[in-house]
């Protein structure tokens, strides 16, 4: 991300000193590191502190770039003291009661700080262990397990809280808080970190480690401008960041939200050029009422109640002249195929599960013929159209390529009188009636298309050859978007 990248940028230039400008009167770091050293030698004294052994001096070979004649480099160790958390003893588990002791874990540590949303408490009984490994608000935390390297602050509604063992806290005095944090995030001190941490079992960041990371150290009031400077361009990098959160949520959604268009322009009459020679659809639809006049005559299918005519309120969309309204019952026999119980099933048949199709892009993931059908089947035949009525959102369609059999969760279904198989498919998923799918469904969890509800879905029926022609431009524009994704 480019809003990611030019943060960096910004915090390398900062920590090189090539972000504000050089003033004189603000004094020498080294000045800066001697009231730094001044202060542990007290704090030593006090006995608040305890004496550590000498960190190792900083050779010309470890300086990675010139700075500033009034800054100076310093291990991490010289200006912070690094302390560690701790973790609740085995067997013991946080609680989300309030005890008045939070615990704060490195699954709260981001964006800079600790986040509110999921408290977790030390319980009453085990707290004595842990009490004294806190961390104030005026400490910066750094994760050394995990996300190795986060660098934040304590807000403070978690100052005194209890601190994880994943996470070490910085004391300090002398040095701006905010701009140790920006420094620590710098890639300079990030790739140290990197470079620190041990690679062998559980990746892990250790004290010693941190202590002994090398920093540029600016005077204070130097620090105090360069926060400043940093906190200006965070706000426009945080803008740019937005604009690009919202570049990349629109090319993900791209895809899909062209497939849909396309799907619906399909089905409008508005993908293809319409052509007089075409004839009409109202004269197809006379051709498939007199075969199913005869099928019904020679007992192959069943006379059905008619269903309800489209009146012009009902008409979601226009439609060219020489197309109709029709339902789906009127022009396939959806709901009407052979259901067979397991034992008629012959061994190595084509047995399909709803699992087997890929979602939205009428592909099969896999086709089994060593299944055991361990219930009753639909049967279907080479060109059905084969529908996923369970969770139909998914919308999984796709053309059979041979005979088998398949879920009772799988509706099998022919069109009459020649129409086009793929042109139904594609009308099953196209945007206006998928939606109209999803709103007669029935069940929560698992949402189902009920037989009666699907038979009454409007369909926008061309005329044959359109069919072809849709279908064609269809099959020749879809992989392209699929492509996009």
């Known amino acids: 991300m480019i809003a990611e990248q030019l943060k960096k940028s910004i915090l390398q230039a900062a920590i090189q000193g090539k972000l504000t400008q050089q003033l004189p009167e603000d004094g020498d770091a080294r000045d800066l590191l001697k009231e730094i050293q001044k202060e542990k030698a007290r704090l030593i004294k006090e006995g608040k502190i305890k004496k ?70 030390v319980p009453e009984n085990i707290y004595p262990s842990i ?64 470079d620190a941490t041990t690679k062998v079992g559980q990746p892990k960041l250790a004290i010693k480690k941190i202590e002994t990371l090398i ?86 299918i069943k006379k059905e109640k008619p269903l309800p005519e489209i009146t012009e309120d009902e008409i979601p969309f ?22 067979v119980s397991a034992e008629k099933i012959q061994p190595n048949s084509w047995i399909l599960e709803l699992e087997d199709i890929e979602k939205e892009t009428f592909k099969l993931t896999c086709k089994r013929f060593d299944r055991e059908p361990g219930s009753s089947k639909n ?35 022919n069109g009459y009188g020649n129409i086009n198989s793929s042109y139904l498919k594609y009308c099953m998923v196209a945007p206006s009636i998928d939606s109209n799918i999803n709103q007669i469904t029935h069940g929560m969890d698992m949402p189902r298309l009920g037989t009666d509800k699907a038979k009454l879905l409007f369909i926008p029926l061309p005329p044959l050859a359109e069919q072809k022609r849709i279908v064609a431009c269809l099959e020749g524009i879809l992989p392209f978007c699929e492509g996009l994704q």
């Not at 010309?60 to 609740?88: A, Q, S």
């Not at 996470?167 to 808080?177: C, E, G, P, Q």
């Not at 004269?283 to 005869?294: F, N, P, V, Y």
């Open 131 to 194: 009490k004294n490994y806190t961390i104030s608000s005026n400490d910066i935390y750094i994760t050394v397990a995990g996300s190795i390297g986060r660098i934040g602050k304590i807000p403070d509604e978690f100052d005194g809280a209890n601190l994880t063992e994943n996470a070490d806290k910085l004391v300090f005095n002398h040095v701006d808080i905010n701009w140790l944090m920006f420094a620590l995030q710098s890639p300079l001190i990030q790739s140290q970190i990197s």
């Open 52 to 121: 550590e052994k000498p960190l190792p001096i900083i050779t010309e070979d470890e300086i990675p770039f010139e700075i500033p004649e009034n800054w100076c480099w310093v291990r991490l160790g010289e200006i912070v003291e690094v302390k560690g958390g701790k973790r609740i003893p085995v067997g013991s588990k946080l609680t989300k009661k309030d005890t008045g002791h939070k615990y704060i874990r490195v699954a709260d540590m981001h964006n800079d700080t600790v986040l509110s949303h999921d408290v977790h408490y």
């Open 379 to 413: 049967a279907f035949s080479k060109g059905c159209v084969l529908y996923g009525k369970l969770r139909p959102y998914l919308k999984k369609v796709i053309i059979a390529d041979e005979s088998g059999y398949c879920s009772t969760e799988i509706i099998p279904f």
């Open 318 to 339: 226009e439609i060219p002249e020489n197309w109709c309204w029709v339902r789906l019952g009127e022009i396939t026999d959806y709901g009407v195929g052979k259901q």
């Open 215 to 300: 920093v540029p150290l600016q005077p204070h009031d130097e620090q105090i401008r360069v926060v400043e400077r940093i906190n200006n361009f965070i706000i426009e990098i945080e803008s740019l960041k937005n604009d690009e959160a919202r570049l990349e949520e629109l090319q993900k959604s791209f895809p899909k939200k062209m497939k849909d268009a396309i799907l619906q322009y399909a089905i409008q009459g508005k993908l293809t050029q319409q052509l007089p020679e075409d004839g009409d659809a109202r004269d197809l639809l006379k051709d498939i009422q007199k075969e199913k006049a005869r099928l019904i005559k020679e007992g192959k």
